[in-house]
């Protein structure tokens, strides 16, 4: 189950905190909120503090997908070093 809740939200930011495990089974609406935020000049930061778990369709989304160009913010270190391995530099 993933959880899905905006703490900030300006005109040219949106940041979504996101708690629980992200699967495959998610990839769709996150794709969907990050090109709704995008689609209205917002930059998007995604708040992993309350993530558990990731698989792999989720690594790819952070990877390759919508969600390769999220700033991510409190990224599980298992998370971080996966992305390092797939390519993606997290900054902290």
């Given at each position: 189950?993933?959880?899905?809740?905006?703490?900030?939200?300006?005109?040219?930011?949106?940041?979504?905190?996101?708690?629980?495990?992200i699967s495959a089974d998610?990839?769709?609406?996150?794709?969907?909120?990050?090109?709704?935020?995008?689609?209205?000049?917002?930059?998007?930061?995604?708040?992993?503090?309350?993530?558990?778990?990731?698989?792999?369709?989720?690594?790819?989304?952070?990877?390759?997908?919508?969600?390769?160009?999220?700033?991510?913010?409190?990224?599980?270190?298992?998370?971080?070093?996966?992305l390092r391995c797939e390519?993606?530099?997290?900054?902290?």
């Amino acid at each position: 189950m993933l959880k899905i809740e905006t703490t900030s939200e300006t005109a040219a930011t949106v940041t979504f905190f996101l708690s629980g495990r992200i699967s495959a089974d998610h990839v769709p609406e996150l794709n969907k909120l990050l090109r709704k935020a995008r689609g209205a000049g917002q930059r998007v930061t995604l708040d992993l503090e309350g993530v558990g778990l990731v698989d792999r369709k989720a690594v790819e989304f952070f990877t390759k997908g919508e969600g390769s160009s999220a700033k991510l913010l409190h990224c599980p270190v298992y998370v971080q070093e996966w992305l390092r391995c797939e390519g993606r530099k997290v900054a902290q």
